[in-house]
């Protein structure tokens, strides 16, 4: 990925022009890296703010129909699965609140941060937020994943021992311990240095002088890839049962056609979730344990134009980093969505046209079929006609001859007579003679 963001690079001729040469031209190279990170397209303030807006009016609605409808839900089962999309919503509702005031203030400030946070305790803040309500919704997301495959593969057990009070306990828990995590910085284990533009801070993942600075961020890249992992094994659980299940049931019966129906929206709602998921976290989580091997970072960039061979690589990684973050804040605006509203909008029409293009295709099979049903009728009705002409010539040839054997008999009847006479009267001569 490139970018015009990248830091001013020290012109090669005044390289050689020894050290007071070097520090106006640092200073210059820096003062213009700034002014184009700034003005360039990459790095603009529109994306945090289209960002928060969006995803405060999505988790908003969200939060107000889980609340709506766990008011008016008598069973258990749907009230767990409230209480995690309630959860869900209120974690990014407030990952968003907290974090994007801060960017927009310091993109406000020129693009710098010290203007905004003099003594560096908003820094380590901006940090926990970050680690905090990026590990929350992963953490949650596999809980749900991990509640339906329980719910489909384990029914009796599930209802049996699955309580609203047990969910909340596990809600409760995942915070907890996400946030003890979190704070580790704090405590002095691992660090959280200001990012490349210098617009948000994260977790430094190149300073391996920092005590316990490596573990903490292979740790968070570790237990990321843990629970997409988790999620992704539940989805693929669930979506086999589901499938297994509605082969098992299959028939003509309107029940049958409700639970296939069902079935086809879970489906393509538990793919939907991977592929959010996958999509928005992967970049992130992969590019943290690269940065982490070859122990570079991205507040790296910042002082890339101090260098005197500035590396175009550890600018392209700073560049996609910035992406990859931004991909990952955009699942909290996704979130809701897959999980709630596109249930009940899009997945309904979505159904909606897959049964009117295979209602079409059987129609369009049947067409073709009463096409051919209408060709060959009058072929036969060709053949019923030849075959009563036939019969009919047949039926006037058999008359024929039977007048023939008529009239024959008929010329056989008068010669006998005629023969008979004939002696007759020979008799009667011979008597008179």
Not at 66 to 71: F, I, M, P, S, W
Request: charged share 15%; proline share 3%.
């Amino acid at each position: 990925m490139t970018s015009k963001c990248q830091p001013s690079d020290i012109p090669p001729q005044n390289l050689s022009a020894g050290t007071v040469m070097l520090d106006s031209n640092v200073s210059k190279s820096l003062q213009d890296s700034t002014e184009k990170s700034a003005s360039c397209g990459f790095v603009s303030v529109f994306f945090p703010i289209i960002m928060m807006v969006t995803g405060m009016v999505g988790n908003s609605l969200a939060m107000l129909l889980v609340y709506n409808a766990y008011r008016r839900k008598e069973n258990k089962r749907k009230k767990s699965f409230l209480l995690c999309i309630g959860s869900l919503a209120l974690t990014d509702l407030f990952g968003q609140v907290l974090t994007t005031p801060i960017v927009i203030s310091v993109y406000r400030a020129d693009l710098t941060w010290e203007r905004v946070d003099s003594s560096g305790s908003l820094c380590a803040f901006f940090g926990v937020c970050m680690t905090t309500f990026g590990l929350c919704p992963l953490f949650l997301a596999s809980a749900m994943a991990i509640e339906r495959a329980l719910a489909i593969t384990a029914p009796h057990w599930y209802s049996h021992y699955m309580k609203t009070s047990l969910t909340k306990q596990v809600l409760v828990i995942i915070w907890c311990l996400v946030l003890l995590f979190a704070l580790l910085p704090v405590a002095g284990v691992g660090q959280y240095t200001l990012q490349w533009p210098g617009t948000w801070c994260f977790i430094s993942t190149g300073d391996k002088d920092v005590t316990g600075n490596t573990f903490f961020a292979t740790t968070f890249a570790a237990l990321g890839v843990f629970s997409l992992l988790v999620t992704m094994s539940c989805n693929v659980v669930t979506i086999r049962a589901l499938v297994a299940r509605c082969k098992a049931k299959a028939s003509s019966t309107q029940a049958s056609k409700q639970w296939e129906k069902l079935t086809t929206e879970t489906v393509i709602q538990l793919m939907g979730i991977m592929c959010v998921l996958l999509t928005c976290w992967s970049p992130l989580l992969i590019l943290m344990l690269k940065m982490i091997s070859t122990h570079t970072s991205s507040h790296h960039c910042k002082s890339a134009a101090v260098s005197l061979l500035p590396s175009q690589d550890l600018q392209m990684d700073c560049n996609f980093f910035l992406t990859a973050i931004r991909l990952a804040s955009l699942n909290q605006i996704l979130d809701p969505w897959v999980y709630l509203l596109l249930r009940e909008i899009l997945l309904r029409k979505f159904c909606q046209v897959a049964s009117a293009v295979s209602r079409c295709s059987l129609e369009g099979q049947k067409e073709t079929q009463s096409l051919d049903v209408l060709n060959k009728k009058p072929i036969q009705s060709d053949n019923v006609q030849k075959h009563s002409l036939n019969m009919e010539n047949c039926n006037l040839n058999g008359g024929n001859e039977e007048q023939k054997v008529k009239n024959s008999d008929v010329w056989c009847a008068g010669v006998q007579d005629r023969l008979r006479n004939s002696k007759w009267i020979l008799k009667w001569n011979r008597k008179c003679v």
